[in-house]
Every structure is written in structure tokens, then in C-alpha cells.
């Protein structure tokens, strides 16, 4: 059983559409972060929550710590943003930095 | 201030052989930890490290093991490199180990075992 859940796998949508990936955990956290990653390319942290929410530009994220539910928005998606989001929950408690993935959502955006 | 730094960024080995994959966290923070990702198993935890000491272990064999210099620059190394090695290497820096701090990646070493 994985500890991150994310939904869908794949998503492909339009220019201008509003897109919504979901992440649901298992185990306790201490934040919950959600990653890009380009094709090829290394990793980069869009947002680190450990409640409520956040906003920077055209990107939202939410988290609920009592449904242990985030989720991340794009509105007005582009094709720039077209790569691969990923999930990651650091572990509370003494297990100090460890993160458990999500498998990842693949989005293409179409012009 | 400068990211993360991986090197080498790409790396090629014949089975068997050992390879060391290094690590620079940002300025200032002390904790690394280490991430495999794999198209088959996506990315899983290796190892962690805080003040030059292994906090945490992933479930991964003996063959792969770690250290933590002084400067928190850490290295990882694989012996004894098998066709399944093969994987992007990612390594991410925080200042602090547990709480909600923010965790800062590398581009990650692409290993190729032929």
C-alpha cells in the first residue's frame, strides 16, 4: 500500500483550462509538498503547506490535514506547464526528513 | 545563493563497478537525504543525513551507502553496480530535520549501468 495517493495519472487538457490534481496520505506529516518535474530535468518545489493554503500566480494548493487531502490547481493552464506533479509528505514525528512520493500526474496542456 | 549541486550530472558504468555520486546542500543547512527514482518504482527514499550522521535508512541493500562531510556536502556510493541501478539520483537539502521546513532539490545524477 503506498502512503500518497495522487490522482489522475495522466491528464491532458486544453490551453486556458482549469486543472485540479489530487493527493491523499496515509501517515502522519509534517508538510506536504508538491514538485514539478520537466522531462529530463531535476525537481523543483512549488509549494511546501502544512495547512490551509497557497497561492503563486497561477497555481493553488490546499491541504487538509484532518481528510489528509491537498490538492493543486492551475488555472489558465499553458504548455509551459506541461510536466510531471508530484506529491511528497515529509514524516512527522522522529523520522525526521524523509518523504514519501506520490507516483506522480503527467499533464500535457495543448495549445 | 546557489540551489542544490549534483554532480556528476550523467554518469555511465559497466556492471560491477562502483560509483560515487556527490551532493552540496545550500548554505546553512545541515540535513541531506538521498532519493532513487526509477520509471518502474518512481522516486523512493535512500538514506538521510544530519550532522554528518545517518538518521534514516530507505529499505535499499548494503550495496548502497552514504556519508556526510562536516560542510554537509554528502556523497553516496554504489558497489557492486547492477542493470538495475540504472536511475536519476536526487538529493534535497533542508535547514532543519523534522518540522515544516522547506526541502530544496537538486537536478539529480543520472546513472546509466551497462
Known amino acids: 500500500k503506498n502512503e500518497v495517493e495522487q490522482s489522475p495519472q495522466n491528464l491532458t487538457a486544453q490551453e486556458g483550462e482549469f486543472i485540479t490534481i489530487n493527493c491523499s496520505y496515509s501517515?502522519?506529516?509534517?508538510?506536504l509538498h508538491w514538485l514539478q518535474q520537466h522531462p529530463g530535468g531535476g525537481i523543483v518545489s512549488l509549494f511546501m503547506?502544512?495547512?490551509g493554503k497557497k497561492k503563486h500566480g497561477r497555481l493553488i494548493a490546499t491541504i487538509n490535514i484532518q481528510e489528509k487531502h491537498s490538492s493543486l490547481h492551475i488555472t489558465a493552464s499553458h504548455p509551459r506547464d506541461s510536466a510531471v506533479y508530484i506529491c511528497?509528505?515529509?514524516?512527522?514525528?522522529?523520522?525526521?526528513?524523509?518523504?514519501?512520493f506520490g507516483t506522480g500526474t503527467s499533464l500535457t496542456v495543448i495549445p | 545563493k546557489a540551489g542544490v549541486t549534483q554532480t556528476p550530472r550523467y554518469l555511465i558504468k559497466t556492471r560491477g563497478q562502483q560509483v560515487t555520486l556527490s551532493c552540496s546542500p545550500i548554505?546553512?543547512?545541515?540535513?541531506v537525504s538521498w532519493y532513487q527514482q526509477t520509471p518502474g518504482q518512481g522516486l523512493q527514499f535512500l538514506f538521510e543525513?544530519?550532522?554528518?550522521?545517518?538518521?534514516n535508512k530507505g529499505n535499499f541493500p548494503g550495496r548502497f551507502s552514504g556519508r556526510q562531510f562536516s560542510n554537509s556536502r554528502s556523497e553516496m556510493n554504489v558497489s557492486t553496480l547492477e542493470l538495475g541501478d540504472s536511475a536519476l539520483y536526487l538529493c534535497a537539502s533542508s535547514l532543519v530535520r523534522t518540522g515544516p521546513t522547506e526541502a530544496f532539490f537538486g537536478q539529480g545524477t543520472r546513472l546509466t549501468v551497462v
Open positions: 543525513y544530519f550532522s554528518e550522521t545517518q538518521r
Open positions: 548554505s546553512g543547512h545541515r540535513s
Open positions: 503547506l502544512s495547512s
Open positions: 501517515v502522519g506529516i509534517s508538510a
Open positions: 511528497a509528505v515529509r514524516s512527522g514525528g522522529g523520522t525526521g526528513n524523509q518523504f514519501y
